[in-house]
């Protein structure tokens, strides 16, 4: 007996390597699917929690991506947001201290029962806000609001670094609209009359 398992040996060891491969074995069971949100009642939507700070732009909207407020649904889009939160405060005296943005420790975020509606601006000055979040028939309303930039505009600024607000709030089964009211980007100096 042993003789034959001595030879059945190569074998037996190709096949418990190819198994998973071939997904004979499952090593792993799937995740479950995720449970739909349950419904919210209508009228306005109060945020479990929200945060305000700068971010890298680039790295969140891509070189000249787009500054449209987003729907962060996973935790893997959540990590890639938190990435472009800078590690260090921007300021001019070096060594910058360690950021105190309250992102940087990941809070938790029950996805996919919440998400994190995020407004950017390239500004490093005037944050977005998250006016009125409200629910009707299913969807989520969002009014995103951006003041203006005022004396700002003329103040220095790091090239690539933004401004960010966002907002935990319940997941709706239905579309999230977002209504703007102002300018994410900052305006183009007007020319000289010639």
């Known amino acids: 007996m042993n003789r034959a398992l001595a030879s059945l040996r190569p074998f037996l060891f190709a096949a418990l390597l190819l198994a998973p491969a071939l997904g004979l074995v499952a090593c792993a069971s799937d995740p479950a699917p995720a449970p ?17 700070g700068r971010i890298y732009l680039d790295n969140v909207a891509g070189a000249g991506g787009s500054l449209s407020p987003r729907l962060i649904k996973t935790q893997a889009e959540y990590e890639r947001f938190v990435s472009a939160i800078p590690q260090r405060k921007i300021q001019k005296k070096q060594p910058a201290p360690p950021s105190e943005d309250p992102l940087l420790e990941m809070p938790k975020v029950d996805f996919p029962r919440e998400v994190l509606i995020v407004a950017l601006r390239d500004s490093m000055y005037v944050h977005p806000e998250l006016g009125p979040i409200t629910a009707k028939d299913g969807d989520l309303e969002v009014q995103v609001v951006y003041p203006p930039l005022g ?8 090239h690539g670094v933004g401004v960010y607000a966002a907002a935990v709030v319940p997941a709706c089964s239905g579309e999230v609209r977002f209504v703007e009211d102002g300018e994410p980007g900052q305006r183009e100096p007007e020319p000289f009359p010639r």
């Open 36 to 52: 739909a949100p349950d419904p919210l009642p209508e009228g306005p939507v109060t945020p479990r929690v929200s945060y305000a």
């Open 151 to 158: 004396d700002t505009v003329m103040a220095a600024a790091m």
